[in-house]
Each structure stands twice: as C-alpha cells, then as structure tokens.
C-alpha cells in the first residue's frame, strides 16, 4: 500500500510537471504571438506614416521653389502676341503684327503711330489696296475691324481721351491738329508734334473699295458710340481756312477708317 502512494504521488508529480512545461510553453508561444503582432502592427503604422508623408510631399507645392513646371491657366496662357503686347513699358515697341512705337502722353501711353495690323473680323484694307500705303500711313479699318484691332491690354480711345490730348497741346480746338500732326508726311501742312503722337494721314476708303485723301486728311476711331445711331466718333486732322483743325465727328460703321490704340 505505501508503495501504491508513492507510486501515486509520483505520478502525480509527474503530471504536475507536464501541466507546468505546456502551461510555460503556451505562454511563451503567446508572448512571442503578441510581439509579433506589435511588430506587425508597428510597421504599420510605420508604413501609413511615410505614405503619409510621400502623398502630403507630392501634392504641396513650395512657393520659394525655382520649379516653373505648374499648371497654366486659361487667362494666363494667351499668345505670346497679347502678353507681350499688354505687359510693354510705355516707349518700348507694341508688337501687332509688327513692332508699332509707343509713346508716354499726359498719365497715357499710346501707340505713336498708325496701327498696320490685319484682323480677321470685320473689314480692313491698305489704301487704294496698296502695301506701301500700309506701311506708311498703316491699314484702314471698318468699325467691327477696328473694335478688335488692338492687342491684350490695348483699347480704342474714347473721344474725351482725344479732347484730352487737344487739351495737353495747350491750342484752342481750331488750332490743336498742328500738335497732332507728325512734323513730315502731310501733302498739305505739317505739323510741330508737339504732343509726340505723330499723326500721319491714311486718308479714308468705303466699303466698296473706294479711297480718298491718303496724304492730306487723317481719321480715327473712338470707342464712343453715338446715341440712338450706329456711328462713332472720329478724330479728324487737315488743315483748313488756315487753321489745324483737331475736331470730332460721326461717321458711319463701314466706312474704313485709321487706328491707334491707348494702354488700359
């Protein structure tokens, strides 16, 4: 019977053993299985942040960068016609077409000679369909020409921007054409150019081709629209009776007239 104990109890101790070493391997497995799974779950949050990191890099844009590489704008990316054209210091050349001289008068810049520039809406010409005619007194426009003529940033002047140059010339109304006028290139008279705008006459041409006065009388387009008609005041430059006339008058739409513009 004693032996039956101790053969129990050694049993027993035995079991106790076993129950010891696989409750001590189950806890090691389960500690390994945490570590493994913190590790993991490090990583990623470790891998998150650098894909964090990469997609907040590639989507910022650093504004003291030199890198010119960005989208452009549908307003910002016109021909490189307008935005040079609009962007010219006053006395610099105004390229339309052709490269036109500018000129600083008063607080305005304006072109300081007759634009010679084909548009492709309305009707436009060179006098008597000459190109020397073009080249020298510039091309002659109807209204719709003319009211797209200038360039990005440049505009037809209205008539009190004309009543404005008459009165920096210092001249009565009668008088002022002689501060308009270029100081050669007029059959009549010339004139001093005291303003420095260097008017030449392109004469005038119908629509149905017909052209007179190119040398002797000089006519302009404004902006400004008579009421209740459809005409538009003109500047108009000769000489008469004696006097240098600078005066304003309308004229009708398709008639072909010259062109300067002035800065906005």
């Known amino acids: 019977m004693f032996l039956d104990e101790r053969m129990c109890h050694s049993e027993r101790s035995e079991a106790k053993s076993k129950n010891l070493l696989l409750m ?18 490090i990583d990623l949050m470790e891998g ?9 890099d590639s989507g910022s844009v650093d504004p003291t960068s030199s890198n010119t590489d960005f989208p452009v704008s549908p307003e910002s990316s016109g021909s490189f016609e307008s935005s040079a054209s609009a962007s ?7 390229n339309r077409g052709r490269d036109h001289k500018t000129v600083l008068i008063g607080e305005q810049c304006w072109m300081a000679e007759n634009l010679d520039y084909e548009t492709t809406l309305g009707n436009s010409m060179c006098f008597d369909n000459n190109a020397a005619n ?12 003319a009211s797209h003529a200038c360039p990005t940033g440049w505009r037809l002047p209205t008539s009190a921007e004309y009543d404005k140059l008459k009165s920096l010339s210092g001249a009565q109304d009668d008088y002022a054409g002689e501060h308009f006028k270029a100081t050669s290139g007029w059959a009549s008279e010339n004139g001093d150019d005291k303003l420095k705008f260097s008017a030449l006459p392109g004469g005038f041409c119908t629509d149905a081709g017909v052209c007179k006065f190119a040398g002797s009388v000089g006519y302009w387009w404004t902006s400004t629209e008579e009421v209740m008609d459809e005409t538009h005041y003109v500047l108009y430059l000769s000489k008469e009776d004696q006097r240098y006339t600078a005066s304003m008058y309308v ?12 800065k906005d």
């Open 24 to 41: 001590s391997a189950l806890s090691l497995l389960f500690l390994s299985g945490c570590t493994l799974y913190d590790n993991y779950d």
């Open 251 to 262: 004229d009708n739409e398709e008639r072909l007239l010259s062109v300067r513009c002035v």
């Open 88 to 94: 010219i210091d006053c006395g610099s050349p105004l």
């Open 48 to 56: 998150a942040a650098s894909n964090t990191e990469q997609s907040s």
């Open 134 to 145: 073009c080249a020298k007194y510039g091309r002659l426009y109807d209204y719709e020409a």
